[in-house]
T-cell receptor
Framework: DGGITQSPKYLFRKEGQNVTLSCEQN?????MYWYRQDPGQGLRLIYY???????QKGDIAEGYSVSREKKESFPLTVTSAQKNPTAFYLC????????????FGAGTRLSVL | SQQGEEDPQALSIQEGENATMNCSYK?????LQWYRQNSGRGLVHLIL?????REKHSGRLRVTLDTSKKSSSLLITASRAADTASYFC????????????FGAGTRLFVKA
């Protein structure tokens, strides 16, 4: 998982609560990504950021928000508007010009209480 | 809809056998990548093949790409129990280079 740290490993959300998942990288990568993975499924893109202070919606952005105030950090907030948040969330980063090879964190498993 | 779709969804083999996984995609690509995911962990990049390449090797891995059929295969030779994992193909589509689309994966189980 080298160089990308996701925390916490497990997270529980109560109904109506916003929760924030942390993603920090020390690889000096420009681009960062958030994916959602449901059991037995592939990865779906939530948000991505190519540079600091800029980010774009992915395929399933509704109910999520992000910020990119620092190059190293790309936190994801799962808002109360996301009605089915239970999933495995993966953060990844990519070096500019690196043929789009992505490096992943170990993931955060989010469950609803 | 998913750009990449792997086949089979699951594969169970004996240690020492070869494992072949296939991936099909829909639109033109810059490159195709294969990743591995151990249970409950993040993905790890295995190998990348460019759209102008037909075959690539890395250790016990062999990847082929047929752009006319929009398909790729990953062959793991002489499999080991430690190869047990899910394997995903991922395509970088021709939209500026930032977006990678992952398939649903093949779950490989290698029996010791």
């Amino acid at each position: 998982d080298g160089g990308i740290t996701q925390s916490p490993k497990y997270l529980f959300r109560k109904e109506g609560q916003n929760v924030t998942l942390s993603c920090e990288q020390n690889l000096n990568h420009d681009a960062m990504y958030w994916y959602r993975q449901d059991p037995g499924q592939g990865l779906r893109l939530i948000y991505y950021s190519q540079i600091v202070n800029d980010f774009q919606k992915g395929d399933i952005a509704e109910g999520y928000s992000v910020s990119r105030e620092k190059k190293e950090s790309f936190p994801l907030t799962v808002t109360s508007a996301q009605k089915n948040p239970t999933a495995f969330y993966l953060c990844a980063s990519r070096k500019a010009g690196a043929k789009n090879i992505q490096y992943f964190g170990a993931g955060t498993r989010l469950s609803v209480l | 809809s998913q750009q990449g779709e792997e086949d089979p969804q699951a594969l169970s083999i004996q240690e020492g056998e070869n494992a072949t996984m296939n991936c099909s995609y829909k639109t033109s690509i810059n490159n195709l990548q294969w990743y591995r995911q151990n249970s409950g962990r993040g993905l790890v990049h295995l190998i990348l093949i460019r759209s102008n390449e037909r075959e690539k090797h890395s250790g016990r891995l062999r990847v082929t790409l047929d752009t006319s059929k929009k398909s790729s295969s990953l062959l793991i030779t002489a499999s080991r129990a430690a190869d047990t994992a899910s394997y995903f193909c991922a395509t970088q589509v021709n939209t500026g280079g930032f977006k990678t689309i992952f398939g649903a994966g093949t779950r490989l189980f290698v029996k010791a």
